[in-house]
């Protein structure tokens, strides 16, 4: 008897799917996301950066006490463990200039003003308008400003005079005083050059169109955020984060956050200097609302390079992404385009390694029937790739957080929990208990299509008629169907798990379990199922037939 014409396979089956694992693997792990940022990225950005108590101490070193206190009370509030550092330099710089430890530090336009130098029986951090609402010093800084050259301090002066206002009480009315204090704040903050240059065209604009129409119109909100700053900020704190302002909506945010979570502002108003913007702070905070709020205090614990990561994507963090390569990090912030372009790539390899490997299994005269193989292979791989990074993004499905900042309503009422760098969270995240689930479902597929695989190959090498193999593939019909049954109750189990409370409510983790059974039936019915019942049609008609035997 011949041994058997079946062709020797140049690797055991085993080799390709293991190669196609490793890739998978190794691409998975490549910190590289196209609309979210992972910890393992920020962590890369924000090393061998200042920390927040590090980015404080350089405002000590500035002379700017009243930033460098905002920035405390941020690093204290995030646990940052240089914090006491910080507070020992602050306390000797304010003992070293006490007299300017009211206003945040010296200033240079002041100084004439105020005399700075002298005690003015003020705690550290006073509000900028307790000494600019008393009458007498708004005379000096009327007086001092009046001689001014610039166009738009003269333009906000000539606003003292404007009667139509509407929650100011006009200057020259009894209460007028905040007004007064407001405008003058706003030409001090001009004429010492601390507004940047953008926010210095924004309120010149708006001064000589409330000349014009003898209203304060469209100018009076940004007083009011400007009011409302200036009783919560020092001078120091204040033009710091002028300075970083772009845009008068911004101001608006930064006072809206001053009313409704003072406890907080201090992180905002760290991030904004250490990412050198409050506007993109104040875009951000619009954009993902409490979630973002999350994602800027995560971002401030990874350092000043990971804050500035995170403003300049502008796109929520991914906590549940998985583990990552820290190495890569630094691969991927200089070339993020094409370390992401890579890591597609590689799931795309690893599944039709993995399916390769598989298809190794089913002897060489059903793996070689049918057109064009490699190319169903590239299809299936293209499309677990897909449904692998759908699963991986999550937000490329899903849309960002819903903004509680741009509805208006009470912003961040309850605080969340303070992220500690040093002790990483046990706590299962959502995701994670999804990621089982999916695995555990594909798991199970993998198993049934190769079950099938192994089936299919039995009733080949039997040494019986083809016509006898085709009636017993026909008769292994509900087992080449078994994935989606098992699909089915998957998915049935999965959402009352949910319902139940033991993994964590999504959709995906319980459709996962379907679609994964539609896929693994497929690749057995077309792939392999439908090519070996047509060989097996071929060879039945090429056997020379039996004569029917006549009775005589």
Request: glycine residues 8%; aromatic residues 6%.
């Amino acid at each position: 008897m011949s041994a058997p014409s079946e062709k020797k396979r140049p690797l055991p089956w085993m080799a390709p799917a293991l190669a196609g694992v490793v890739v998978g693997v190794a691409a998975w792990l490549l910190p590289a996301s196209l609309r979210s940022v992972g910890p393992a990225l920020l962590r890369a950005a924000g090393d061998y950066t200042p920390s927040v108590s590090g980015y404080g101490e350089q405002l000590v070193d500035q002379e700017k006490s009243g930033a460098a206190a905002l920035v405390l009370q941020a690093a204290k509030s995030l646990h940052d463990p240089q914090a006491p550092a910080l507070e020992a330099a602050l306390q000797k710089l304010v003992a070293r200039q006490p007299s300017y430890a009211a206003w945040g530090g010296w200033d240079p336009f002041l100084d004439p003003i105020f005399n700075l130098k002298q005690e003015s029986g003020h705690a550290a951090d006073t509000p900028v308008m307790t000494f600019f609402l008393p009458e007498q010093a708004r005379a000096s800084l009327h007086a001092t400003l009046d001689r001014s050259g610039s166009l738009g301090v003269q333009d906000l002066l000539r606003l003292r005079e404007v009667t139509g206002t509407g929650r100011f009480v006009p200057v020259g009315r009894p209460g007028g005083q905040p007004l007064d204090a407001t405008l003058l704040l706003a030409a001090a903050l001009y004429q010492s050059g601390h507004l940047s240059d953008p926010l210095q065209r924004h309120l010149r604009d708006l001064a000589e169109i409330a000349q014009e129409r003898h209203q304060l119109g469209e100018l009076e909100p940004t007083l009011l955020d400007l009011l409302t700053l200036g009783r919560r900020f020092d001078w120091g704190q204040i033009s710091e984060l002028v300075h970083r302002t772009e845009e008068v909506t911004t101001l608006d945010e930064f006072a809206r956050l001053a009313r409704v979570v003072p406890e907080q502002l201090p992180q905002f108003y760290a991030a904004a200097l250490m990412g050198d913007s409050a506007d993109r702070v104040a875009q951000y905070l619009t954009h993902y609302g409490t979630a973002g709020a999350a994602d800027l205090r995560r971002a401030l614990v990874d350092g000043r390079g990971a804050v500035q990561l995170l403003l300049r994507r502008q796109l929520p963090v991914n906590t549940h992404s998985g583990p990552s390569l820290t190495l890569a990090g630094a691969l991927v912030l200089a070339h993020p385009g094409v370390m992401l372009t890579l890591k597609y790539l590689g799931y795309l390899l690893a599944f039709f390694l993995i399916l390769r490997g598989l298809g190794n299994i089913v002897p060489s005269r059903v793996e070689s029937d049918g057109a064009g193989p490699e190319l169903r292979l590239g299809l299936a791989a293209v499309f677990l790739a897909g449904l692998l990074i759908l699963s991986t993004e999550p937000y490329l499905l899903r849309a960002a957080p819903t903004s509680d900042f741009r509805a208006r309503l009470p912003v961040l009422l309850a605080a969340p929990p303070p992220v500690h760098p040093l002790i990483p969270s046990s706590k299962t995240t959502m995701d994670t208990s999804t990621l089982v689930s999916i695995g555990v479902f594909l798991a199970l597929q993998v198993v049934i299509y190769l079950i099938c695989l192994r089936k299919i190959g039995d009733i080949d090498d039997q040494e019986i008629p083809p016509l006898l193999k085709l009636r017993l593939m026909e008769n292994e019909e509900n087992l080449f169907d078994s994935g989606l049954y098992v699909g089915m109750i998957g998915t049935a189990a999965a959402l009352v798990l949910q319902v139940l409370g033991v993994i964590q409510p999504n959709l995906l983790a319980a459709y996962s379990s379907n679609l994964f059974g539609i896929i693994c039936v497929a690749l057995i019915k077309i792939r392999h199922v439908r090519g070996f019942k047509r060989l097996l049609i071929l060879q039945a008609q090429a056997a020379p037939s039996v004569p029917a035997t006549v009775a005589s």
